[in-house]
């Protein structure tokens, strides 16, 4: 059974950092893209980063452009989302999710999230 599982989130200040990190699991993860959402209360999910199958080519909102990273590891099928200079606006779940392209519904495989907060 495929499965992903974020970590990492947690309470942090304004323009403090935090690494999320998700491992997946029960399939090969390679061959698909792998995305950062997020989604705070009364808003949608929408896309933080994303990055192709192979690693060389990324995508992120306009929103986290130049704090946020991502980044995998295809040998430990795990990606990472590196996030400095954090604002009280890019407190939400987090997601980590398995598909293609950039869109919500392009994923087809989910984690649970995991809460960041920021304080301001």
């Known amino acids: 059974q495929a499965q992903l599982v974020e970590s990492g989130g947690g309470l942090v200040q304004a323009g403090g950092s935090l690494t999320l990190s998700c491992a997946a699991s029960g399939r090969t993860f390679s061959t698909y893209a792998m995305g950062w959402f997020r989604q705070a209360p009364g808003k949608e999910r929408s896309v933080v980063a994303a990055?192709?199958?192979?690693?060389?080519?990324?995508y992120y909102a306009d929103s986290v452009k130049g704090r946020f990273t991502i980044a995998r590891d295809n040998a430990k099928n795990t990606v990472s989302l590196q996030m400095n200079s954090l604002k009280p606006e890019d407190t939400a779940v987090y997601y980590c999710?398995?598909?293609?392209?950039?869109?919500?519904?392009?994923?087809?495989?989910w984690g649970q999230g995991t809460q960041v907060t920021v304080s301001s």
């Open positions: 999710a398995a598909g293609r392209g950039v869109l919500v519904r392009d994923y087809d495989y």
């Open positions: 990055i192709n199958p192979s690693g060389g080519s990324t």
